[in-house]
C-alpha cells in the first residue's frame, strides 16, 4: 500500500494489470504503515526488537496513513467468484489478511493459498507460523509444500508455504 511503491509498480504493470492502493487486513481501517530502508520489510507491524531478529536493526525512515479493508469486501465489490491462488506475503500481517478473507476461505471461492511463514520474531505482534497453519487447516485447506526457505543457521526462518483447499476424495492410484 506504499503510495511510492505504488507508484513504481502502476507505472511498469498498469497498462496489463489491475492495481489497487490499499492494504488487507481483518477491518476496515486506517493503518499506519512502517516504511523502512529496505521496502519489501514495509509493515503494518513495528520490527520486533528481539534478539532472534536478524533484521531487528533495520531503520524504519518513514511511514504513511494507508487504507485497509478485508478480502471478503474487496472481492465482493468487485464481482470476483473464484480465487485460484491467493498469494499474501504482508510482512508478518498475514494471518488478519486470511482473516479478512474468512467468507471467501470457508466457501470454497479461494481454491489455493500461497503465504509467508515466519519461524522467527521479525515483526511485533506477528502470528506465529502455527497459528497461520491452524487457521488453514480449520478451513480445510492442507499444506502441500514449503517453498523459498530463508535459513538462520540450521533452523528455518521463514519460507513460502503452498495450501489448496480440501476437495472430495480422489481415488488413489495403485500399481
Same mark, same amino acid.
Given at each position: !500500500?506504499?503510495?511510492?511503491?505504488?507508484?513504481?509498480?502502476?507505472?511498469?504493470?498498469?497498462?496489463?494489470?489491475?492495481?489497487?492502493?490499499?492494504?488487507?487486513? *481483518?477491518?476496515?481501517?486506517?493503518?499506519?504503515?512502517?516504511?523502512?530502508? =529496505? !521496502?519489501?520489510?514495509?509493515?503494518?507491524? !513495528?520490527?520486533?526488537?528481539?534478539? *532472534?531478529?536478524?533484521?531487528?536493526?533495520?531503520?524504519?525512515?518513514?511511514?504513511?496513513?494507508?487504507?485497509?479493508?478485508?478480502?471478503?469486501?474487496?472481492?465482493?465489490?468487485?464481482?470476483?467468484?473464484?480465487?485460484?491462488?491467493?498469494?499474501?506475503?504482508?510482512? &508478518?500481517?498475514? =494471518?488478519?489478511?486470511?482473516?479478512?478473507?474468512?467468507?471467501?476461505?470457508?466457501?470454497?471461492?479461494?481454491?489455493?493459498?500461497?503465504?509467508?511463514?515466519?519461524?522467527?520474531?521479525?515483526?511485533? &505482534?506477528?502470528?506465529?507460523?502455527?497459528?497461520?497453519?491452524?487457521?488453514?487447516?480449520?478451513?480445510?485447506?492442507?499444506?502441500?509444500?514449503?517453498?523459498?526457505?530463508?535459513?538462520? &543457521?540450521?533452523?528455518?526462518?521463514?519460507?513460502?508455504?503452498?495450501?489448496?483447499?480440501?476437495?472430495?476424495?480422489? !481415488?488413489? =492410484?495403485? &500399481?
Amino acid at each position: !500500500p506504499s503510495s511510492e511503491e505504488f507508484s513504481v509498480l502502476a507505472g511498469k504493470h498498469g497498462d496489463v494489470a489491475r492495481i489497487y492502493n490499499i492494504a488487507l487486513g *481483518d477491518r476496515a481501517e486506517t493503518r499506519q504503515l512502517s516504511k523502512f530502508e =529496505l !521496502p519489501v520489510m514495509n509493515s503494518l507491524l !513495528p520490527m520486533d526488537q528481539s534478539p *532472534d531478529n536478524p533484521f531487528r536493526d533495520m531503520k524504519q525512515i518513514a511511514s504513511e496513513q494507508v487504507e485497509v479493508t478485508t478480502l471478503d469486501r474487496f472481492l465482493e465489490e468487485n464481482s470476483i467468484r473464484t480465487v485460484d491462488l491467493l498469494k499474501i506475503d504482508t510482512q &508478518g500481517f498475514d =494471518l488478519n489478511v486470511l482473516r479478512g478473507a474468512e467468507k471467501s476461505l470457508a466457501s470454497g471461492v479461494i481454491l489455493n493459498v500461497y503465504i509467508e511463514l515466519n519461524f522467527v520474531p521479525i515483526y511485533a &505482534g506477528q502470528f506465529s507460523a502455527r497459528e497461520i497453519d491452524d487457521f488453514l487447516v480449520a478451513h480445510d485447506f492442507k499444506l502441500v509444500d514449503l517453498c523459498e526457505k530463508g535459513r538462520m &543457521g540450521a533452523a528455518i526462518g521463514w519460507c513460502n508455504a503452498l495450501y489448496t483447499k480440501q476437495q472430495a476424495a480422489s !481415488p488413489s =492410484l495403485s &500399481g
